[in-house]
């Protein structure tokens, strides 16, 4: 089952890390923050790692 990917904008400081590696699945928004595109998520090994190399530790998957 695909998994859903948001951002807590709150947390996210904008560094760019999960863009640069999962553009399939993140993408900036209008504020300079990393937001989830739209879509279901499928290469779970990518997300995993954005999960853990976010610095800000901003992204929930559930
Ligand atoms: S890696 Fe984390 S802090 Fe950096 S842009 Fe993505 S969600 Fe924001």
Do not use: H, R, S, Y
Request: contains cysteine; glycine residues 12%.
């Amino acid at each position: 089952m695909a998994k859903k990917v948001t951002v807590n904008k709150d947390l996210c400081i904008g560094c760019g890390l999960c863009v640069g590696t999962v553009p399939a699945v993140f993408e900036f928004g209008d504020d300079g923050k990393a937001q989830a595109t739209a879509g279901p998520v499928t290469d779970d090994a990518a997300i995993d790692e954005a999960v853990a190399n976010c610095p800000a530790g901003a992204i929930v998957v559930e």
